[in-house]
């Protein structure tokens, strides 16, 4: 490998050993060896070699490379970025409508409820009807917690109770 440092260039590929790979017996150009009718690069960049899509003058660094099947018949093409409205994303911390695609939060906890009941059809369709019926104020509705629906069954169970004439 040889290193260039002002207008010297040194050679640090061998360490002084007699190994015929960093002696050159045999081989013309020796790992470390340097062409002196060569010129050196004058920076870095020269040394590397450009990425393949980068090989063609329509190719900037911000572009990309869309190569299409042999049989497509359709010539490659390079875009750039910009021309596709990259931007950065920033998601929200906070997001406004979690419960979207629902249209509100109650439609979503309502579907919800009747997913994790494991409700049938006609079972969902019977409380939507008791829903817009409570929403219309015409029902009458009373029960608040599940404490009122258990009174209310405590109420009915005496009533249900076969009873027993010896």
């Known amino acids: 490998m040889a290193r260039r440092h002002d207008n010297e260039i040194t ?19 020796p790992i470390g060896a340097v062409d002196e009718s060569e010129e050196v690069p004058a920076s870095f960049t020269d040394w590397v070699p450009a990425p393949p899509f980068m090989a ?8 990309f490379k869309m190569e299409y099947h042999p049989k497509a018949s359709h010539v490659t093409e390079y875009e750039s970025f910009s021309t596709y409205g990259r931007q950065s ?23 919800e409820l009747t997913h994790q009941s494991a409700m ?14 409570i929403a219309g104020g015409q029902s009458g509705f009373t029960l608040r917690s599940y404490n009122d629906v258990m009174n209310a ?6 009533q249900l109770m076969p009873v027993c004439i010896t």
């Open 56 to 63: 063609t003058a329509n190719a900037t660094p911000d572009s």
């Open 11 to 29: 050679d640090i590929g061998s360490s002084g050993g007699d190994s015929s790979e960093s002696s050159g017996i045999g081989n013309p150009n």
């Open 153 to 158: 069954w405590s109420c009915v169970i005496p």
């Open 120 to 133: 049938s059809k006609e079972q969902i369709n019977q409380l939507l009807k008791l829903i817009w019926l």
């Open 89 to 111: 994303f920033q998601p929200s911390l906070f997001d406004d409508a979690p419960w979207a695609p629902f249209l509100s939060q109650v439609n979503f906890e309502i579907a």
